[in-house]
């Protein structure tokens, strides 16, 4: 009589796809080798135009310009940026501060980025108003007030306009 080929389990793990693959050792071979063929093109592909800023990738792409300090969040620019550079590269500061765990929330009043910035009130009213019609701040009205914070849109194009500089 033959002996009993034993099964073999499988755990694969790619990021956030997980799968099992049990049974027979050649099975289990081949069925791996279908799942790489199909789920790594696929997974190389939606990497590729997946657009999403982590904590480490803001430090990274925003770190020259922004520092946190134990007054909050703030821009140190090295050179003299525009009012609608100053004002985005704030909200990443603040971004950046909120997702390291140091402050509750990734949203400004007018009222805060007119301290922290130490911009004239009607130039950041307006670069704000330019910033969330372009989609690259987003507004949200709560009981106690308008509030702003940077989009994903809004992260990438900052990233592109102080490449050109």
Do not use: C
Not at 47 to 64: C, H, P, Q, R, W
Request: positive net charge; aromatic residues 6%; charged residues 30%.
């Amino acid at each position: 009589m033959l002996s009993e080929q034993k099964k073999l389990k499988v755990h694969v793990k790619l990021d956030a796809f997980e799968t099992d693959i049990e049974g027979l050792p050649d099975e289990v071979g081949l069925e791996f080798n279908r799942l790489l063929a199909k789920v790594v093109p696929t997974y190389d592909l939606a990497k590729k135009i997946l657009l999403s800023y982590g904590l480490n990738d803001m430090v990274t792409k925003f770190g020259a310009y922004v520092r946190i300090t134990p007054e909050g969040p703030r821009v140190l620019p090295e050179k003299q940026l525009s009012d609608k550079f100053l004002i985005a590269l704030q909200l990443v500061a603040v971004k950046i501060s909120a997702e390291s765990g140091r402050q509750s929330t990734h949203r400004v009043t007018l009222q805060e980025l007119e301290r922290t910035t130490g911009l004239n009130p009607k130039s950041i009213s307006s670069r704000l108003s330019e910033l969330v019609k372009a989609g690259q701040v987003e507004r949200v009205v709560v009981d106690d007030g308008k509030y702003y914070f940077i989009t994903t849109m809004g992260m990438e194009w900052l990233e592109r306009q102080l490449g050109k500089k």
